[in-house]
């Protein structure tokens, strides 16, 4: 069975300081990986996804970057945090087109607090 | 491109009592429709989905949900919820046709009180 593994699990960080956030799948190859973020009371917002190793797109312009090194290893990065990137980070993936899963499945996600 | 209104931001219940939650969609494309629970601190788990054909879905937990064409809706329901059930539910939809990324409502709080 296919599982997603999100470390850390909480992260308290200053401002200005670098972030790295990263995230492995089991189970399953070449998915499609996800990056969310979830500030306080607020939905969802995809910042980025990836189809494939150095396939990234970015839905949000930021101060925030994100690689993919390995097929199922997707890292997203920052140089200089802001406050305002305080939040609940999650990844997700999906199978791949046609391989007959429609759905996301979650990691357990990071809570960032930047100080 | 794809929108998804859930009407309620928090809902408030009472244990043993039924529930629905609003979930309305905006597409010029067929679409896969979703509904996700996501406990506090957690990453949000799959209730139920609907591709295709029966428009009655049952899902975990005891939670259903009914696709309307008609109406773009996809109401989440259950007949008698347990404190447990205090979560944050998204509805999420995707087009049928090769996209991959889903947009999401912006949730709906479950409270339920003893």
């Known amino acids: 069975s296919q599982t997603i593994h999100q470390w850390p699990a909480t992260l308290v960080q200053p401002v200005g300081s670098p972030l790295s956030l990263e995230c492995t799948v089991e189970?399953?190859?070449?998915?499609?990986l996800y990056w969310y973020r979830q500030a306080a009371g607020r939905g969802l917002q995809l910042l980025f996804y990836?189809?494939?190793?150095?396939?990234i797109s970015s839905e949000v312009p930021q101060n925030l970057s994100a690689s993919r090194p390995q097929d199922r290893q997707f890292i997203l990065s920052s140089k200089k945090l802001l406050l305002s990137d305080s939040g609940f980070y999650l990844c997700?993936?999906?199978?791949?087109?046609?391989?007959?899963?429609?759905?996301?499945?979650f990691g357990p996600g990071t809570r960032l607090t930047v100080t | 491109a794809q929108s998804v209104t859930q009407l309620d931001s928090q809902v408030p219940v009472f244990e043993e009592a039924p529930v629905e939650l609003r979930c309305n969609y905006s597409?010029?494309?067929?679409?896969?429709l979703f509904w996700y629970v996501q406990y506090p601190n957690q990453g949000l788990q799959l209730l139920l989905k609907?591709?295709?054909?029966?428009?009655l879905v049952k899902g975990i937990n005891g939670f259903e949900a009914e696709f309307n064409k008609s109406q773009t809706s996809f109401h989440l329901r259950k007949p008698s919820v347990h404190i447990s059930d205090t979560a944050e539910y998204f509805c999420?939809?995707?087009?049928?046709?090769?996209?991959?990324?889903?947009?999401f409502g912006r949730g709906t709080s479950l409270i339920v009180h003893p």
């Open positions: 609907y591709l295709s054909g029966s428009t």
């Open positions: 189970g399953t190859s070449n998915p499609n």
């Open positions: 990836s189809i494939g190793i150095d396939q």
């Open positions: 997700a993936w999906m199978a791949g087109t046609g391989r007959g899963t429609y759905e996301q499945y």
């Open positions: 999420a939809v995707r087009p049928s046709g090769g996209s991959y990324i889903p947009t």
């Open positions: 597409s010029s494309v067929s679409v896969y």
